[in-house]
């Protein structure tokens, strides 16, 4: 494949990570077209995206000038047929596989032929997903890391049929944005999920047979291995009902019984005790989502 100059990236889904995408696109030198279903998604992005570079401003990270130049690369288009005019398209919306091969099927009809379409999926076949286009070679997983702006890693996903170019250029953007970037083969969970979702299943399985408490599992990971947040505390940052999926797809993925979700955590996904974005996981959380 030729090298080509990428100047305008679609992002499609304005969520929690579609705007990061966004920003950070926006604030390394891209034109952005940030395209959702839901207008008030749309707005809200906004919204978020200026606060932040607001924040960037008052700390000293960003010049005042660049906030409103970096808002000004972002544009927000309502019809996705505007993603004519991307040169590379990341797909940010919800985790359920035929939402995404809806979407990338209509990407497939709207962007032009040698476009690269990538999936910030954290979970789903990049295989499948590609399967409901034309242009499979040129379908890849770009899996970034939450909160977006923070986090250096994305963690690049190559599908069956994913070419060496697709490859190469993915590289190559997520370093212009900033990024470091892993390749990883698409099996279930990738490198990342695959390692992490075991370690919080067997610290949810620790809890459920009394090895310790709450707090006791979490120091250990926090004090004794300097992880950043305990493995519970993590599972409510990332929603438990994310980490139920993500196991599911592990035991489906690996027909292996060593990724059983834990009774406990289905137990609470069940009472909609989900972490952070409910106010209640393994821990209990104020308005803001701080932890009481
Ligand atoms: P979110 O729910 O915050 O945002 C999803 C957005 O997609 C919503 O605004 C929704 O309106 C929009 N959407 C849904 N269907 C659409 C469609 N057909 N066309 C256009 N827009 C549509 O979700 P999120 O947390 O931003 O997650 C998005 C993706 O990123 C998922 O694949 C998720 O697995 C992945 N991811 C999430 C995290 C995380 O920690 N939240 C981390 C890494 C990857």
Do not use: W
């Amino acid at each position: 494949m030729e090298r080509v100059t990428l100047r305008t990236i679609g992002v499609v889904g304005s969520g929690q990570m579609g705007r990061g995408i966004a920003q950070v696109a926006a604030q390394s030198g891209f034109d952005v077209l940030l395209h959702d279903q839901d207008a008030t998604a749309l707005d809200a992005a906004r919204t978020f995206i200026d606060s932040s570079l607001k924040r960037l401003v008052e700390k000293g990270r960003l010049p005042e000038g660049a906030r409103a130049e970096t808002l000004g690369r972002i544009r927000a288009v309502a019809d996705p047929g505007a993603f004519a005019a991307a040169d590379f398209v990341i797909e940010a919306v919800s985790e359920r596989l035929e939402v995404k091969t809806r979407v990338f099927a209509a990407l497939d009809a709207a962007c032009r032929t040698g476009v690269i379409l990538a999936s910030n999926t954290s979970s789903l076949s990049i295989t499948k997903i590609a399967s409901a286009t034309r242009r499979p070679e040129r379908v890849i997983g770009m899996h970034f890391m939450n909160p977006v702006p923070v986090m250096e890693l994305v963690e690049i996903v190559a599908g069956q049929a994913t070419s060496e170019g697709t490859l190469e250029t993915t590289r190559d953007l997520a370093k212009a944005l900033g990024r470091t970037p892993v390749t990883a083969q698409d099996y279930p969970g990738f490198i990342s999920n695959r390692v992490l979702m075991p370690m919080i299943n067997e610290a949810i399985y620790a809890l459920y047979e009394g090895v310790g408490g709450r707090d006791d599992i979490d120091a250990v990971l926090r004090l004794g291995m300097r992880h950043p947040m305990g493995p519970l505390a993590l599972a409510d940052f990332i929603g438990l009902d994310t980490c139920l999926a993500i196991l599911e797809i592990l035991q489906q993925g690996f027909g292996d019984p060593k990724y059983r979700p834990c009774p406990l955590l289905r137990r609470m996904v069940d009472a909609g005790h989900l972490g952070r974005k409910s106010g209640r996981g393994f821990y209990e959380y104020g308005p803001e989502g701080a932890p009481r």
